[in-house]
């Protein structure tokens, strides 16, 4: 079965310091992959998508992801985290671009330290 | 634009009656769904929708029937609530080509 999987439940970080957010996927075609956030007791917000292109692409708020192929991966960054990042963000990926459905990972929560 | 609205925000059933979740959207997206999300698993998709008039099964659809009679409206019924089903839905839609647009939720409470 197609999967995506977030390997840190929970991460802390110190407010200024880089993040990293994993995401990696199943093998198949070149897929549609998305970042989106979810802070407490919202709904979840686009940071992000990749189509096709160049594999480094630019969101909202600061961040970046950068694709690669040979990992099937999709990690999400941002050089300098602050303290309104807190929050739970989630890898999302469309296997099959036409069906419209998305396949989500579990998420990682992200505790900013001040 | 509204954007992606859900209602109720807040709903307490008692096991076996019903109810129906409204989500709207103003932003003539094509694709709808909705989803539930408990703690520790993450969002599950419940059903969804590709068109005016269609609807599809998604990972956890017993339980739940939806209808999109009109393109901005997908519905959520529960027919016979069980405390099983206690969770905050989410809906969202989404045009071909790009991700998707989350409502803030409702969070339902089955007794």
């Known amino acids: 079965a197609q999967s995506v999987t977030q390997p840190d439940i929970h991460i802390t970080v110190s407010e200024g310091a880089s993040l990293e957010l994993r995401c990696n996927y199943s093998?198949?075609?070149?897929?549609?992959l998305f970042w989106y956030v979810q802070s407490p007791g919202q709904g979840l917000q686009l940071l992000l998508k990749y189509f096709s292109g160049d594999t480094l692409v630019q969101g909202i708020k600061g961040f970046e992801a950068e694709f690669k192929r040979s990992q099937s991966s999709f990690n999400l960054r941002k050089p300098s985290v602050h303290w309104s990042d807190a929050a739970e963000y989630f890898c999302a990926v469309d296997f099959n671009t036409n069906a419209g459905k998305s396949t989500f990972g579990d998420g990682t929560t992200l505790t900013v330290k001040p | 634009n509204a954007g992606v609205t859900q209602t109720p925000k807040f709903r307490v059933l008692k096991t076996g009656q019903s109810m129906t979740l409204l989500c709207a959207q103003d932003?003539?997206?094509?694709?709808m769904y909705w989803y539930r999300q408990d703690p520790g698993m993450g969002l599950r998709l419940i059903h969804y929708?590709?068109?005016?008039?269609?609807?599809a099964k998604g990972e956890v659809p017993d339980g739940y029937n939806v209808s999109r009679l009109k393109k901005q409206n997908f519905l959520l019924g529960l027919e016979s609530a069980a405390p099983s089903q206690t969770s905050v839905y989410f809906c969202?839609?989404?045009?071909?080509?790009?991700?998707?647009?989350f409502g803030p939720g409702t969070r339902l409470t089955v007794t």
């Open positions: 929708s590709v068109g005016e008039g269609t609807t």
């Open positions: 093998y198949g075609a070149t897929p549609y």
């Open positions: 932003m003539n997206h094509e694709y």
């Open positions: 969202a839609s989404r045009k071909q080509g790009s991700g998707q647009y």
